[in-house]
Nanobody, 126 residues
């Protein structure tokens, strides 16, 4: 079974940057679409970004466009989320998730992902 592990979270000041990593052990992520989600206290989980398998198409929530970038490493074992110009409202637990079939119209729907990591906390505060 695919197991995902997130890392890279932490405390950062507004305007700062963090890079989150989503790694898989024993399996390549090349055959999966990988999504990043976040959940703030008292709020629903929301889709942040997604990268497809194959052609590597990327998708972003409007709230992070132009600030976050999703990418894969060449080895196929890690997906990154580069987060720049962070804002206090970006504070949340960030999760990565994997799915085998991806439809552009539903990349942000968490129920369509099959595998999830345990999450990593991102706190943006001065």
């Amino acid at each position: 079974q695919l197991q995902l592990v997130e890392s890279g979270g932490g405390l950062v000041q507004p305007g700062g940057s963090l890079r989150l990593s989503c790694a898989a052990s024993r399996f390549t992520l090349d055959y999966y679409a990988i999504g990043w989600f976040r959940q703030a206290p008292g709020k629903e989980r929301e889709g942040v970004s997604c990268i497809s398998s194959g052609d590597g198409s990327t998708f972003y929530a409007d709230s992070v466009k132009g600030r976050f970038t999703i990418s894969r490493d060449n080895a196929g074992n890690t997906v990154y989320l580069q987060m720049n110009s962070l804002k206090p409202e970006d504070t949340a637990v960030y999760y990565c998730a994997a799915r085998t079939d991806l439809y552009a119209s539903s990349w942000y729907i968490s129920q369509e992902y099959d595998y999830w990591g345990q999450g990593t906390q991102v706190t943006v505060s001065s």
